[in-house]
């Protein structure tokens, strides 16, 4: 028995968006080494000189500069702004 199956299905642009914003995170998960169900306490990801972080300075996710341009397409997506770790 063969079946054969359609579906049409209509995906908004804020689905979309939200697609490629969770394909982001999985990529950025794996460049730097950390599990799916990382917390990061809720704290903004931001990014300074290829580095990535949360929140502060202390709390360095990743020196890899892939990680830190994912984050900023990321922060660039959801915000309309890279999101800079300031001095």
Same mark, same amino acid.
């Given at each position: 028995?063969?079946?054969?199956?359609?579906?049409?299905?209509?995906?908004?642009?804020? @689905?979309?968006?939200? $697609?490629?914003?969770?394909?982001?995170?999985?990529?950025?998960?794996?460049? %730097?080494?950390?599990?799916?169900? /990382?917390?990061?306490?809720?704290?903004?990801?931001?990014?300074?000189?290829?580095?990535?972080?949360?929140? @502060?300075?202390?709390? $360095?996710?990743?020196?890899?500069?892939?990680?830190?341009?994912?984050?900023? %397409?990321?922060?660039?997506?959801? /915000?309309?702004?890279?999101?800079?770790?300031?001095?």
């Amino acid at each position: 028995m063969i079946i054969n199956v359609s579906v049409q299905a209509e995906i908004s642009d804020s @689905e979309k968006k939200r $697609i490629a914003i969770d394909a982001l995170w999985g990529k950025v998960y794996e460049l %730097a080494g950390l599990g799916h169900d /990382y917390d990061d306490a809720g704290c903004d990801w931001l990014t300074k000189d290829g580095h990535t972080y949360i929140a @502060e300075e202390a709390w $360095i996710v990743s020196s890899n500069p892939q990680v830190a341009a994912l984050v900023d %397409a990321i922060n660039i997506l959801q /915000y309309g702004k890279k999101m800079e770790l300031e001095n």
